[in-house]
Nanobody
């Protein structure tokens, strides 16, 4: 069992940066790929970015245009997403999720989820 807790959300002005954290307990994360998803009001949850268990591979949604960077600290059992040049359309609840093996962009392939953290970007 993997327990995930997101933090770092809040209100941020457009153009600024924000870093979200996903802290894991119950298992070490090196066996798990971790992804971030987000869900904006009245929209489906969508894939944002992911990192493999060995940190060698990352993948992000094309729509982000390289603004978000995912990383992991296996000593702290924590995964981060740095969000740069945030835009009002980045406003959403951000979730981290874990799965064994290769990362996936499909939420149904993830077995463990955090409770989410709200990010609100003001224009």
């Amino acid at each position: 069992q993997v327990h995930l807790v997101e933090s770092g959300g809040g209100l941020v002005q457009a153009g600024k940066s924000l870093t979200l954290s996903c802290a894991a307990s119950g298992r070490t994360l090196t066996d798990y790929s971790i992804a971030w998803f987000r869900q904006a009001p009245a929209k489906e949850r969508e894939f944002v970015t992911a990192i493999s268990g060995d940190s060698r591979t990352t993948f992000s949604a094309d729509s982000l245009m390289g603004r978000f960077t995912i990383s992991r600290d296996d000593v702290r059992n924590t995964v981060y997403v740095q969000m740069n040049n945030v835009k009002p359309e980045d406003t959403a609840v951000y979730y981290c999720a874990a799965r064994r093996g290769l990362y996936s962009t499909y939420e149904t392939n993830y077995h463990y989820w955090g409770q989410g953290t709200q990010v609100t970007v003001s224009s």
